[in-house]
């Protein structure tokens, strides 16, 4: 009997321990503001004018949050999971934008990458100011 409960209370441990990635953060105004600011880079992106600059800021505000989250502690793993696209989108884009590989984007490429950076910024907003 006494093997059971020392079982049950270990797989309970090892348990709650797990579990913790999956509860959600609470409101954080330092987040909510850096990814409104994230949101307003992205949604300013003008693809006529050099990318490298604009690649570069919202690289950067994407990295804020990131570390920042991560600076608050293993109950942020919702907004890590949350951000890691837009970081790598941000990430190939610049990339190129700064001939770190291949030849400078084109206007296509760059209106490409934009669409698909406000359709991910935008649910990430949602999802961080929507917290309580």
Sequence with gaps: MKFIATAIL???IVGCAQIKEYI?????????A????????I?????TKPQDVQSKQVKEKIQWFQM????????QADML???EPIRKTAEDWNARAT???GPPPSVAYCNTKKKLLVIQ????????LGRW
Aim: aromatic content about 6%.
């Design 24 to 32: 959600p953060s609470f409101w954080d105004d330092n987040q909510s």
């Design 34 to 41: 850096a990814i409104v600011d994230a949101r307003q880079a």
């Design 68 to 75: 920042y989250s991560e600076s608050k502690g293993s109950l």
């Design 43 to 47: 949604h300013n992106i003008d693809c």
């Design 81 to 83: 999971r949350l951000v």
């Design 10 to 12: 270990s797989l309970s």
């Design 121 to 128: 910024i935008d649910k990430a907003a949602h999802a961080v």
């Design 99 to 101: 001939n770190e590989s």
